[in-house]
């Protein structure tokens, strides 16, 4: 399969996602402004997704009742638990837990966290795309400087010279 189809994958894949997505590409030979557009574009179309499937999926699933009743409590419990926290930080709140390219965090995460807590669809989208757009400077950042910084350290043990000459 070609490299772009593992680009898009990884960056809508849910553990990926840009920390997947943008140094694979990079490393296939993507300009890494092409990775950042590429990787952004389809992590950030995750958001729209997942919340359509999650108001589809969850409708029908309503119906069963032991489903329901499991699915009220869990909801219920993050909303109390939460809510201070989302009445304070919202959109920012959601925005800044996108941002952060860590495992657990990104479009996915920040999608469902939004859609449990009953943020509205608009505010979810928005601080989902702001939050993939700051986490795909950041990762691009690091990788490109990390990289950078690899390879620096390879040549310098590869030509001895941080071995004392006798």
Known sequence: ????????????????????????????????VAAYFICVSFNALVSPLLYFFLNTVNKLLLKWTFYKN????????????????????????????????????GAITGTLGGWVLGLEKKK???????????AGVVVTTVWLLGRETLGFLVDLFASGRFIEQN
């Open 124 to 134: 979810i989208f928005l601080a989902s795309l702001v939050g993939v757009m700051i």
């Open 1 to 32: 399969m070609s490299a772009i189809f593992w680009v898009i994958l990884l960056s809508m894949a849910p553990i990926s996602e840009l920390r997947g997505g943008i140094p694979f590409a990079i490393q296939n030979g993507f300009h890494p």
């Open 70 to 105: 499991i699915f009220e409590k869990l909801v219920e419990r993050a909303r109390n638990k939460l809510h201070d926290k989302v009445e304070k930080y919202g959109f920012w709140g959601i925005t800044l837990f996108v941002a952060i390219p860590l495992p657990v965090t």
